[in-house]
C-alpha cells in the first residue's frame, strides 16, 4: 500500500507513502487514492480529513514519471489518472485539509486544488514544472488559478523550475491559511481538523458543498479545455524526454518525480 489512513476521534489523516520516491503519484497510488476518498462518503467515523505527505521533504511531487499511462490517439480524449486522485472528482463533500510539508509540485496541485484549505511549514514550497519539461500546465493551473491571484499562478506556472513559491509568499498571498515550523504542518492539521470533526456533520458538508458551488461553473467550463490544450501546446514524447534527461541540479529538486509522464 502506497497510501496509509488513521481514523482517530472522527479526523482521517491520509498520508501518502512514498518517501523514496517524494511521494510522486504512481498509478496504484491514484487508485488507492480515489478509493480511499469514496470509503469515507460511507464512513460516518471519519468527519473530516487530512491529506499529507510522508517522510518530510515533499508533500507529493506530482505523478511518478516511470509510470506508463497509454493515450488514446484522439486529441479530444485523454486518459489522465491524476483526475481522480482529490476528494471532489470522488464527490466527497466531507471536510479536507492538505498539510504540505516541503514540495508540493505538478500534480500535486490535483489534490491542494480539491482541499478546503492549506496548512504549510514555513520551509515548504510550490512550483509546476511543466513547461520547463515541454508540457502544457492545464489541469493544475485552472485547479491553482481558484486558490490564489491569476498573477501568481501564472508566474508560477509559466516560469516552471526557475521560479519556487516559498510558504511565506503562499501564505501572503492567501494560498496558504497557517504557517508552521519544519515538519509540524499535519499536526497542525489535525488539530484544526478536530475542530471540524466536532461540528455538526451535515450543516458542515452542506457548507463545503456551497463553498464549492461558488466556483464550480467557472471550473468546469476551463477543466473542459484542457485535454485539447494539452494535446496541442505539449512536445511529443521523445522531446519531453530529452528536456527532461537534460535537466539540471537546481531543475531536479524534486527528486526526478516532478510533473507528468511524457506519454502525450
Known amino acids: 500500500m502506497t497510501v496509509r489512513t488513521e481514523i482517530e476521534d472522527g479526523v482521517a489523516l491520509v498520508t501518502l507513502d512514498r518517501p523514496e520516491r517524494h511521494n510522486a503519484v504512481d498509478l496504484d497510488t491514484a487508485a488507492e487514492l480515489a478509493a480511499v476518498w469514496r470509503a469515507f462518503r460511507f464512513d ?21 514519471r516511470s509510470a506508463d ?10 486518459d489522465d489518472p491524476m483526475i481522480r486522485i482529490g476528494p471532489k472528482a470522488n464527490d466527497l463533500w466531507k471536510p ?15 489534490l491542494l486544488g ?34 490564489m491571484p491569476l498573477g501568481e499562478i501564472a508566474r508560477l506556472a509559466l516560469m516552471g523550475t526557475a521560479e ?3 510558504a511565506p509568499r503562499a501564505y501572503e498571498i492567501g494560498l ?6 519544519p515538519g509540524a504542518a499535519a499536526e497542525v492539521a489535525l ?3 478536530a475542530v471540524l470533526a466536532a461540528q455538526p456533520t451535515e450543516p458542515v458538508q452542506g457548507t463545503v458543498r456551497a463553498l464549492w458551488a461558488a466556483k464550480e461553473a467557472a471550473r468546469t467550463q476551463a477543466l473542459a479545455h484542457a485535454p485539447q490544450l494539452i494535446a496541442l501546446g505539449n512536445l511529443p514524447p521523445d522531446r519531453q524526454a530529452g528536456l527532461f ?15 507528468r509522464p511524457p506519454v502525450r
Open 164 to 166: 519556487r513559491l516559498g
Open 44 to 64: 460516518d467515523a471519519v468527519r473530516a480529513a487530512v491529506v499529507t505527505g510522508a517522510g518530510g521533504r515533499a508533500f507529493c511531487t506530482g505523478i511518478d
Open 245 to 259: 534527461a537534460a535537466r539540471t541540479r537546481h531543475d531536479d529538486r524534486g527528486g526526478g518525480q516532478e510533473g
Open 96 to 110: 479536507v485539509i492538505a498539510a504540505v510539508d516541503g514540495m508540493a509540485c505538478g500534480g500535486a496541485f490535483y
Open 69 to 78: 499511462v497509454p493515450q488514446p490517439p484522439s486529441p479530444y480524449s485523454l
Open 176 to 181: 496558504v491559511s497557517e504557517l508552521t515550523a
Open 114 to 147: 480539491e482541499a478546503e484549505f492549506l496548512i504549510a511549514s514555513e520551509n515548504s514550497t510550490f512550483f509546476d514544472p511543466h513547461t520547463t519539461y515541454g508540457m502544457v500546465s492545464a489541469y493544475e493551473s485552472i485547479y491553482m488559478a481558484q486558490r
Open 191 to 193: 488539530r484544526r481538523a
